[in-house]
């Protein structure tokens, strides 16, 4: 017989390496200082200024993957443009770049994409991938006090099936970095304790100003950042076009900062 290359370890070591790794993750993680529904790039961008501070952090993404559309651009082409000064975080990042054209910046989406995702967890950030948002924990003048999630393929079951209980995960805040859907708000507007307005048209220099300036806390325990701002409150859609998704994670960074102590 040829020598060994790897460790003698079976089938069994291997599996109870996982699953007494994620269970005891995921205890630690039922109560967290911050939770972010949404791994795309702003949800990436808050919880990595979040988690380099110390702050207990877990992201919520519905997908097996991380990032969003940041991986892939816009019409499907692996390019991401960013706009000044969006570069700044890009540098911080250490990801190449080149100027298409005066204060506007252009790179490849799977290395932008790693790096983030990379950078995030280095800071310290915990994920619970394939796992959809489902409800939120309210408490005294509905102040929002964590979210109810379940796995991601209950909501691909036929109805008849799908009594399947969620789990709830508390937290001191909640942001809300679901894109488009903005679907923790909604489940505030299915309740009549907020309002929504929905996207607007395209608007690419407006919207990305707006983002970043209306990104903060939509409702008590609830901060809004990325596209879920946009139809919150109305704002233009931007297109794929990436600067205020990155900046208005870090915006949503500092007022969940703020709040927390």
Request: glycine share 12%; net charge neutral.
């Amino acid at each position: 017989m040829k020598k060994r290359i790897f460790t003698p370890v079976g089938e069994k070591e291997v599996t109870r390496a996982i699953v007494s790794s994620f269970l005891k993750q995921f205890t630690e993680y039922v109560e967290s200082d911050c939770i972010i529904v949404g791994g795309g790039p702003s949800g990436l961008m808050a919880g990595r200024e979040l988690a380099k501070e110390g702050i207990k952090v877990l992201i919520v993404e519905r997908n097996n993957y991380l990032g969003g559309g940041f991986w892939i651009g816009g019409y499907l082409m692996n390019k991401v443009t960013v706009r000044g000064p969006g570069e700044k975080v890009l540098e911080e990042l250490d990801i190449p770049y080149e100027e298409a054209t005066k204060g506007l910046y252009v790179a490849d989406g799977p290395h932008a994409c790693s790096k983030l995702i990379a950078s995030c967890c280095d800071a310290g950030a915990k994920f619970a991938n394939m796992t959809i948002f489902d409800d939120l924990i309210l408490r005294e003048e509905n102040r929002v006090a964590g979210v109810v999630i379940n796995w991601t393929p209950i909501s691909a079951l036929p109805r008849e099936i799908t009594c399947v209980d969620p789990v709830a995960l508390e937290s001191k805040l909640v942001i809300d970095a679901t894109g488009h859907d903005a679907c923790v708000v909604r489940k505030l507007e299915e309740r009549g304790l907020i309002k929504t307005r929905g996207f607007g048209a395209m608007w690419v220099e407006r919207s990305e100003d707006l983002v970043v300036e209306h990104t903060g806390e939509a409702h008590p325990g609830l901060i809004v950042t990325g596209m879920a701002v946009a139809t919150t409150y109305g704002l233009p859609r931007m297109g794929p076009t990436f600067g205020a998704m990155l900046l208005s994670g870090k915006r949503a960074a500092e007022v969940a900062k703020k709040l927390l102590r």
